[in-house]
């Protein structure tokens, strides 16, 4: 959300007639708009992960703000919130034989393995979750019939993991764009047998990011 230095106005003019210098507006500036990012983040009503540019500049020293309608702008990011609740959508939705299924979902971020923490996936990456057991697009796919991809064109709809995750990741973060989709993964299952023997195999997989 923007922040612009002009709402900090009343305040600039009263430093700037006590003969306040231009270091001590632009710090007193920078605090105003930390505080009130701060206040955002406690009441839950903001990202604690976000980008921050000063006048279009993107990790500026936010006091070096233009106190002429310059612009602090903070720009919020719950793409790791979103990535967070869809694996955890994925895993507790997942058929509980042996407990291997719902165990075998794993993030791909901008096309590499995650194996950091989830929450420090950076803004602005593109996020795959994707189940790698070898069997994961059969169980999903076997018996449909028809090719919209419906549930209703399932006889198991509750065997589509990926898109009831799709649904429920896209219902709870709308500004984000959540897909399904058939995706290539790092050491993915390779086809043995059949016209596409040697191709690699492609995997259901709900796909997240901030921006088409």
Same mark, same amino acid.
């Given at each position: 959300?923007?922040?612009?230095?002009?709402?900090?106005?009343?305040?600039?003019?009263?430093?700037?007639?006590?003969?306040?210098?231009?270091?001590?507006?632009?710090?007193? !500036? %920078?605090?105003? /708009?930390?505080?009130?990012?701060?206040?955002?983040?406690?009441?839950? &009503?903001?990202? +604690?992960?976000? @980008? =921050?540019?000063?006048?279009?500049?993107?990790?500026?020293?936010?006091?070096?703000?233009?106190?002429?309608?310059?612009?602090?702008?903070?720009?919020?990011?719950?793409?790791?919130?979103?990535?967070?609740?869809?694996?955890?959508?994925?895993?507790?939705?997942?058929?509980?034989?042996?407990?291997?299924?719902?165990?075998?979902?794993?993030?791909?971020?901008?096309?590499?393995?995650? !194996? %950091?923490?989830? /929450?420090?996936?950076?803004?602005?990456?593109?996020?795959?979750?994707? &189940?790698?057991? +070898?069997?994961? @697009? =059969?169980?999903?796919?076997?018996?449909?019939?028809?090719?919209?991809?419906?549930?209703?064109?399932?006889?198991?709809?509750?065997?589509?993991?990926?898109?009831?995750?799709?649904?429920?990741?896209?219902?709870?973060?709308?500004?984000?764009?959540?897909?399904?989709?058939?995706?290539?993964?790092?050491?993915?299952?390779?086809?043995?047998?059949?016209?596409?023997?040697?191709?690699?195999?492609?995997?259901? /997989?709900?796909?997240?990011?901030?921006?088409?």
């Amino acid at each position: 959300m923007p922040l612009l230095a002009t709402l900090f106005q009343n305040r600039i003019n009263v430093m700037v007639a006590a003969r306040a210098n231009r270091a001590d507006v632009g710090r007193a !500036v %920078a605090k105003t /708009a930390a505080d009130r990012v701060a206040a955002l983040i406690g009441t839950g &009503n903001a990202s +604690p992960v976000y @980008r =921050r540019f000063v006048d279009g500049v993107e990790g500026a020293d936010p006091a070096s703000v233009r106190l002429d309608g310059g612009t602090i702008l903070y720009v919020f990011s719950n793409l790791a919130q979103a990535v967070i609740y869809g694996l955890e959508y994925a895993r507790l939705n997942s058929p509980q034989v042996t407990g291997r299924y719902k165990n075998d979902w794993f993030a791909v971020v901008d096309n590499k393995p995650w !194996v %950091a923490p989830l /929450a420090s996936i950076p803004p602005g990456s593109f996020v795959m979750l994707v &189940n790698f057991a +070898p069997y994961a @697009r =059969r169980l999903e796919e076997g018996g449909r019939t028809g090719r919209s991809g419906r549930l209703k064109s399932y006889p198991h709809p509750k065997y589509v993991v990926s898109e009831m995750t799709r649904r429920a990741v896209a219902a709870k973060f709308p500004n984000l764009v959540v897909r399904r989709t058939f995706a290539l993964i790092p050491g993915g299952y390779i086809l043995k047998t059949g016209p596409r023997a040697g191709d690699a195999m492609t995997y259901p /997989a709900v796909t997240i990011s901030e921006s088409p």
